[in-house]
């Protein structure tokens, strides 16, 4: 009967290697997309911090284009100004010109404006490459051993569920179906341990009755609450 009970205590062993596993095979997949995810929104920010400073390029090149338009017309007045008879033609030239120089000081307060923004995208862009670097980096770094340890949980899996399997042959029908159930309807627990005098699986306590009983290992015993086989703790096992 002691065998038994050893058995049992070895497949729930096998039993919570497979939950590790079953877990890894959640969490794994969850860190491999997290790594992918973080490499495509570092590339979004950067793609959308360069975009940025190219608009404000396109509209710093525009206001210096239409600044020396101005300038052009301003020298293109001021030559005309000198061939002027007329008072009133001479004024209206004048004001054309005093007009003309407004609008470039605007538009100079304009390019100052958009040269701060540049210098503030400069940054930006610098630290977005930086930012998408490094989760690229962490990506290189892990990628390849995390996909190789997804891969290989599975077989992983088969082969302990094999050694599980091959003790179970060597119980009675009845108990390895107990046992499964409790796998499977238990939270992946079917054999518990006596600890302190009470279930380790449901903290139930144990009757003296029962616990010489589970001293003596000569019979299978379950918890009177959660219906777990409950054993005494075995020290090699
Ligand atoms: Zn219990």
Redesign the pocket.
């Known amino acids: 009967m002691e065998e038994q009970l050893r058995t049992l205590a070895k497949m729930q062993r096998l039993d919570d290697q497979i939950g590790s596993l079953r877990l890894l095979q959640q969490t794994l997949p969850q860190e491999l997309n997290e790594l992918i995810e973080h490499v495509d929104a570092a590339t979004a920010n950067l793609l959308a911090s360069e975009g940025e400073r190219a608009e404000v390029g396109r509209k710093q090149r525009s206001l210096e284009s239409d600044i020396k338009l101005h300038g052009e017309q301003i020298k293109k007045y001021a030559t005309q100004l000198s061939e002027i008879k007329t008072n009133k033609e001479y004024k209206a030239l004048n004001s054309e010109i005093s007009y003309l120089k407004d609008k470039i000081s605007e538009l100079e307060s304009q390019e100052l404006v958009l040269m701060d923004a540049e210098a503030e995208l400069k940054k930006r862009v610098e630290q977005d490459k930086a930012e998408l670097e490094q989760a690229e980096a962490a990506k290189r770094a892990r990628e390849g051993e995390l996909r190789k340890k997804i891969e290989s949980l599975e077989a992983e899996i088969e082969s302990i569920r094999a050694e599980r399997n091959k003790l179970a042959h060597t119980l009675p029908p009845n108990l390895v179906k107990q046992y499964g159930n409790m796998i499977k309807n238990k939270n992946n627990c079917a054999v518990?341990y006596a600890v302190n005098g009470a279930?380790g699986?449901?903290g139930?306590v144990i009757r003296p009755q029962i616990h010489i009983e589970l001293q003596m290992r000569s019979k299978v015993n379950f918890?009177e609450?959660?219906g777990?086989i409950l054993i005494e703790r075995f020290d090699d096992i």
């Open positions: 518990v279930c699986g449901c139930f918890c609450s959660c777990r």
